[in-house]
């Protein structure tokens, strides 16, 4: 009898190899098979459906689709106030205390309203900078033509709600068409802090993208740039985050002219935006806040020959004299803010003037310094004279 332990049983089947990922018992999945030309065969030859592409969490905030409802509540960018401040932007006016530029803003919004280039039903003037009376005078000036200031401890409102307000009306879709002036800034957000003023900055953006318009007036700091010109208050932010930013400067009338000249001079633009712009208005004894409003009128530039910034009015000499004083005696040690104040006490001039020429004379050059600052304890400042400029030889 054969024995059969010899001879081959049948083919035992291989265990599927065990994937990697998935469920254990799960069947593997089909290779594509090689066609005649070596290709591996497509999912419609051999029924297996392709792997499903999954949306990423960002897609379901895509606009593809919604062209045609952006187009038809976009804003063009045409000119609001003037030629320099834009509908649909952010723009941004420095400038220092009492120079002008409420009267200027709220005089151009009247010219607006007049013009068509603005209902003014959509004009909402958000003043927390004022007092009884100046808000008064204000409110007066625009309910006259329909426009609306609000003012925080009136009607409700509170400067804490502002924000909220502003992405409310984003949200809703109102934001479209309306022109919000914010005056002051700093009364909104701490422009001293990259965080807060950032955040501030885009809900002004998401605002403006949403067809509305933001004007915000805030103040140009109290010490200038080393060459003399005005320095913006705050961290850059709004500086780059706003569409247009702007300087304004109040210039000196000519004597016998009862104007006052302020002039724009621009830091940002994205949009045709006039380098500079100047206006003036009266500063007739007597006359009141909305015949002072009236009385504005644009200056062109061949107007402004002859005119000086306030800022450069002063005589630079007598204070410089006096400086020089003040350092030989011994008492550039008292710091920058009490050698201010020495400067002022006699009333001249004011404490601001005098920082400006303390700080235009400042520096390492002896062909353009008189003085510079050693710096102690705390960043207080020590100052010391210069070598004094050589004198300049007499005419034969």
Known sequence: MEDDSDRPGPPVPKSPTPRLNGPPNEPPEAEPTPDAEGRG????????PPPIKRDTPLHQHSLNGHSARLKASAVDTKPLLGDFVKLGQATMIYAQANAGKTLTTLALLLEAIEQGRVEAGDILYVNADDSSKGL???????????AHMLAPGHRGFKASQFVDKLKEATANGTARGSVVIIDTLKKFT???????SSEFAQVCREFVMMGGTIFAL???????????????????DILEDFDAVYVAEPMGAKPGNDERIIRFTRLKSRAE????????????AGLGYGDKVASLRPVY?????GHALEMDQIDD???????????????????????????AVNGDISRSQARRVL????????????????????GKRTYFLLKPRPAPEPEA
């Open 218 to 236: 805030g103040h140009t700091a109290k010490t200038p740039n080393p060459d003399g010109t005005p320095r913006y208050q705050g961290t850059t």
């Open 317 to 343: 000499q007598g204070v410089v004299a006096t400086i020089r004083c003040f350092l030989a005696s011994g008492h550039g040690h008292v710091g920058q803010d009490k050698i201010v104040r020495a400067m």
């Open 136 to 146: 008064a005078e204000k409110v007066e000036v625009l309910e006259g033509y329909g």
């Open 359 to 378: 700080d235009r004379y400042t520096g390492t050059d002896p062909e353009k310094h008189l003085w510079n600052f050693e710096k102690g304890d705390r």
């Open 301 to 305: 530039p061949e107007e402004l020959d």
């Open 41 to 48: 065969a497509t999912p419609e030859e051999t029924g297996v």
């Open 273 to 284: 935006s006039p380098e500079v712009v100047a206006y003036a208005y009266s500063t007739e």
């Open 190 to 196: 701490n422009l001293m802090d990259k965080g807060r």
